[in-house]
């Protein structure tokens, strides 16, 4: 099942995609789940799954405005450098653990809105990834328990304003600049994925593929991610997890290669879906 967040005729809903159109599974939960984040905090993924058969399908794809996939995400936890290829091109030695950093879900936009390239940088980059959707919250986590904590998965843009990054050696201010993490079209439920089940990542910029790998790439799996995250503090509905970006990333390439006003960047994630954003300037 697809989960999606959607604005239509000037109101925030969600809904499942089906064929096209969405059953609107606000109106559907009679107000007990105004949001998606709600209803993963409320129910399971077997009870929103009935609750899409017994609505109706209302209201075309292609009528709505797409939200990020969970606009209200309590927290995202990013994941940096954990595809090998992307730590050799970025020259960071090895770790023993996953590096975490946080975006704030106000620098998000859906699939179709603008990525805004900000007036102070001219060196915005892309970073396909794949995120998770927690549905199920937990501390401490184990990994053999970690898939039964996932509600599912949407492809993710990281992208990054290079310059404000390397500051210093914190990251957040290169990552959340508004209207620079894409987050969509929709989360795929964990039901239609194998758990472990190896995804494919691409990564396009104006039609030619700039990244490609696989899941079996992670240096930390997803399950590893979960439980390390878990350990620090308690994750809860609602809550992403980034997983990281593999390696072809503009700014390590010769010359580098960053984001402009007109670009379109589409990350694919593959039995889950593609996000893509044009870039504008601020």
Not at 48 to 72: F, N, Q
Not at 118 to 144: F, H, K, M, N, W
Not at 207 to 215: I, K, N
Request: with cysteine; charged share 20%; net charge negative.
């Amino acid at each position: 099942m697809k989960l999606l967040s959607y604005s239509h005729q000037g109101r925030a809903r969600w809904g499942a995609l089906v064929d096209e159109r969405i059953v609107d599974l606000q109106a559907a939960s009679q107000g007990r789940c105004p949001t998606l984040r709600s209803a993963l905090a409320q129910l399971d993924l077997p009870a929103i799954e009935a609750l899409a058969r017994s609505a109706v399908p209302g209201v075309a794809l292609g009528e709505v405005t797409l939200l990020p996939v969970v606009p209200d995400a309590p927290r995202i936890f990013c994941i940096g450098l954990n595809y090998e290829e992307h730590r050799v091109e970025a020259r960071r030695e090895k770790t023993g653990q996953p590096t975490v950093f946080l975006r704030v879900a106000s620098s998000q936009v859906g699939h179709g809105q603008p990525i805004v390239l900000p007036r102070e940088s001219t060196c915005l980059d892309y970073e396909g990834e794949i995120a998770i959707v927690i549905g199920r919250g937990g501390r401490r986590i184990r990994e053999q328990d970690a898939w039964t904590h996932v509600a599912g998965y949407a492809p993710y843009n990281d992208a990054s304003v290079r310059d404000w990054q390397a500051h210093t050696t914190q990251w957040t201010p290169g990552k959340n600049f508004p209207a620079t993490g894409g987050f969509g079209p929709w989360m795929v439920t964990r039901g239609e994925i194998a758990d472990g089940q190896e995804l494919g990542l691409a990564t396009r910029l104006n039609g030619e593929v700039v990244q490609q790998a696989t899941t079996a790439q992670l240096i930390f799996p997803m399950p590893t991610l979960i439980a390390y995250i878990s350990t620090f503090t308690a994750l809860e509905p609602g809550d992403v997890i980034v997983t990281g970006t593999p390696g072809g990333v503009g700014f390590k390439r010769q010359p580098p290669l960053y984001l402009r006003a007109g670009d379109v960047v589409e990350i694919e994630v593959e039995g889950v879906g593609i996000l893509s954003n044009a870039v504008q300037a601020e």
